[in-house]
């Protein structure tokens, strides 16, 4: 069998290698990929380090297809390989992967990552003139996105201009810059919430933080206007 060209793709957007031929992908995330094969290929697979995932035939358009997890940070090369029913086989190099971290949302005091924080990432649609919730869900992602364990969430995007609302239980919502990216790229901020202002009673053990709307009157400016965010560039 032959194994002609491929195309890796999220959602419906197609990916394209940087300057050093790598694809970029967000750690634990699924690209597709759809590639052709003649010669009467009968079992076609993407090999990733030593997993192998299986692609299907579709009749319809020719062509073979299947989804590539990512579980691993690093450079990573990708491989076909196509058998067909004689037991022949043959294999080709597919391109090499850069999977990288998403985001992090951290405490600014501690330093410590905020899990379940919800994480808005918004997009300015030319057409309106108005920045709209971006579709994630076009792309196989979540928007709001909610932080695991590790205050970690991840989103890429293709080109635009965005930027991201950060909101958790007992900290104050932050807004990050604006960033404005000229193709598909992972969009990493590390954000760190300063803590709601809040009032504690020792001897019932409670904690009551002060409603958002106090936020002005009692933290100091630069806090609301210019919150601690770090891009990483894509």
């Known amino acids: 069998p032959i194994v002609g060209g491929h195309i890796a793709t999220l959602g419906p957007q197609v990916l394209t290698p940087d300057k050093e031929g790598l694809v970029s992908a967000v750690v634990g995330s699924e690209q597709r990929i759809i ?15 030593e997993e192998a995932f299986p692609l299907e035939f579709s009749a319809d358009v020719r062509l073979w297809s299947g989804k590539v997890k990512f579980s691993e940070l690093g450079t990573h090369d990708l491989y ?31 330093g410590k990552p905020i899990e379940k924080a919800e994480v808005y990432l918004y997009l300015f649609e030319k057409a309106t003139g108005r920045w709209v919730l971006w579709n994630a869900a076009a792309f196989g992602l979540e928007n709001p996105y909610l932080t695991d364990r590790k205050g970690q969430y991840s989103f890429f995007v293709p080109p635009g201009k965005y930027y991201l609302s950060v909101s958790a239980p007992g900290y104050r919502t932050v807004a990050s810059e604006i960033v404005e990216l000229e193709r598909g790229s992972l969009l990493g901020f590390v954000v760190r919430l ?41």
């Open 80 to 110: 076909v390989t196509a058998e067909d029913g004689a037991g022949n086989k043959t294999a080709r190099f597919l391109g090499g992967v850069l999977v990288e971290p998403g985001g992090e949302v951290l405490d600014r005091e501690t």
């Open 35 to 49: 590639l052709s094969a003649v010669g009467g290929p009968t079992k076609v697979e993407v090999l990733l380090g």
């Open 194 to 234: 300063p803590p709601r202002p809040y009032v504690r009673i020792p001897f019932f053990e409670i904690t009551i933080y002060l409603p958002s709307f106090l936020d002005l009157l009692v933290a100091p400016r630069e806090e609301v206007v210019s919150p601690l965010v770090t891009v990483r560039e894509p």
